[in-house]
């Protein structure tokens, strides 16, 4: 056997030294590929997904009779809860006829809608892009929905553009051809976030765990507070479809919130809200978006006073007259939502003017009229076709939905200008 070979004490003190000063030439070099090895590829947000479709389409106005325009969501008038946006979809194209339509030929709404969306829903949507040869859809109702209408134009290549969405993941799934026409949740929850966490109040969170819109919201806000340095202290989340509202309401008033916020949709956001008033809760409430719902007005009552949310339409003048006529024609007045349907029918019917009959032009007719000015502000799209418009706070007044806090003035988009408003009012 060979005895253990052991190196010189010179050479080892020589090895560290050398090894040492190694170390300290590529220590920073290391450290800077090891940071661009964590960094992203790119940013979904910042990279413009591409558009192809039938540039070879040449259909002229004078080879149709009308231009048909896809509406996917109830086509009810009386639908307690979307047949006000159907209205106002109505409303744009019956302006837009007033006014010659396309070259004379006149626009018509093609509805695509059943009470199992996910079912006989979408097929209707699919038979009538190939059947009615739909120019492009506008719609859905809510973000679920639209993720719907979505997987259509994927494959279809039409324009999507959706009056009702929130959820940002549907402009991160790389599909150019839709276009999302209210500010996403990301953007909705930041002036909500910054007035909740401005007095540490002990807060609880109720979130519709059955509803898509609810858990996202919900989950915005969450990640929101946490910038602020705040977690919630109790998160209650339950079934919208049976909510126990009395039981529930217990159980939030028994964890002695200082806060309470609702992630629901309209209806059931005023059951709650009227539960926890009923049940003598004084403390502020915050909500989303839709407690400027018609609905959450009516269902909630006298309850609804003073209750916070994300204001994504303040009516202004340049608004007054789809307010007035749209109160001749339904005896109520209009919410965010049929004023964002009667944006996203209007901007179609533009695009369509602008580019023709062409589906992948008109397509990039309504990417190219970013800034547009229409009834709920200025829709200003970012690369992957969500509107970045800044977010103020609303609360209810006396049974009205009102201005509580304007974005801050670093974020505010500038006016369109009058070559880029929809003039369908005019």
């Known amino acids: 056997m060979m005895p253990p070979h052991n190196p010189p004490r010179g050479l080892l003190a020589l ?87 396309l070259s004379g030929k006149p626009f018509r709404l093609v509805p695509a809608w ?17 059947e009615e040869r739909l120019r492009a859809i506008v719609g859905g109702v809510d973000s679920a929905s639209t993720h719907l209408a979505e997987q259509v134009v994927a494959k279809a290549r039409l324009v999507l553009v959706s009056p009702a969405c929130s959820d940002k993941t549907a402009n991160l799934a790389g599909v150019p051809w839709i276009f999302s026409c209210l500010p996403g949740d990301h953007l909705q929850v930041i002036p909500l976030a910054r007035a909740i ?66 992630a629901a949709r309209a209806g059931a956001s005023a059951q709650i809200v009227s539960a926890l008033r009923r049940g003598g809760f004084s403390g502020e409430v915050f909500g989303g978006m839709w407690m400027a719902r018609r609905r959450f007005l009516e ?23 789809f307010v007035r006529l749209f109160r001749q024609r339904t005896g109520h007045e209009p919410d965010y939502a049929a004023a964002h349907t009667f944006d996203a029918v209007n901007l179609v019917i533009e695009a369509i003017r602008r580019a023709g009959l062409n589906r992948t032009r008109i397509r990039d007719a309504v990417a190219q009229l970013s800034p547009w000015g229409g009834v709920t502000g200025t829709i200003v799209w970012d690369p992957v076709g969500s509107n970045t418009r800044p977010v103020a706070l609303g609360t209810i007044r006396d049974g009205r939905v009102e201005l509580r806090e304007g974005p801050p003035a670093s974020t505010r988009v500038k006016p369109a200008s009058a070559e880029t408003k929809g003039d369908a009012l005019r």
Request: glycine letters at 8%.
């Open 15 to 101: 090895l560290v030294v050398l090894v040492g000063a190694v170390c300290a030439r590529t220590g920073p070099e290391l450290a800077r590929v090891d940071a661009a090895e964590r960094s992203p590829f790119f940013h979904l947000r910042q990279r413009r997904p591409e558009s192809v479709g039938p540039a070879e389409e040449t259909l002229e106005p004078e080879e149709i009779r009308e231009v048909r325009i896809g509406y996917f969501g109830p086509s009810d008038p009386s639908d307690p809860v979307f047949g006000h946006m159907w209205r106002a979809a109505e409303l744009a194209v019956e302006l837009a006829n007033q006014q010659g339509g």
């Open 114 to 130: 059943s009470a199992n969306p996910w079912g006989t829903g979408v097929r209707q949507l699919v038979r009538a892009v190939y």
């Open 197 to 262: 966490a401005r007095g540490r109040p002990r807060l609880v969170i109720l979130a519709a765990a059955d509803q898509h819109d609810g858990r996202l919201f919900e989950r915005e806000l969450t990640a929101a507070l946490a910038r602020h340095k705040l977690t919630p202290h109790y998160r209650f989340a339950f079934a919208s479809q049976a909510l126990e509202t009395e039981q529930l309401v217990r159980r939030v008033l028994a964890a002695r919130p200082g806060t309470v916020a609702v």
């Open 299 to 321: 269902d909630a009552g006298p309850s609804a006073e003073g209750v916070v949310f994300p204001l994504v339409w303040t009516r202004s003048g340049s608004s007054e007259p």
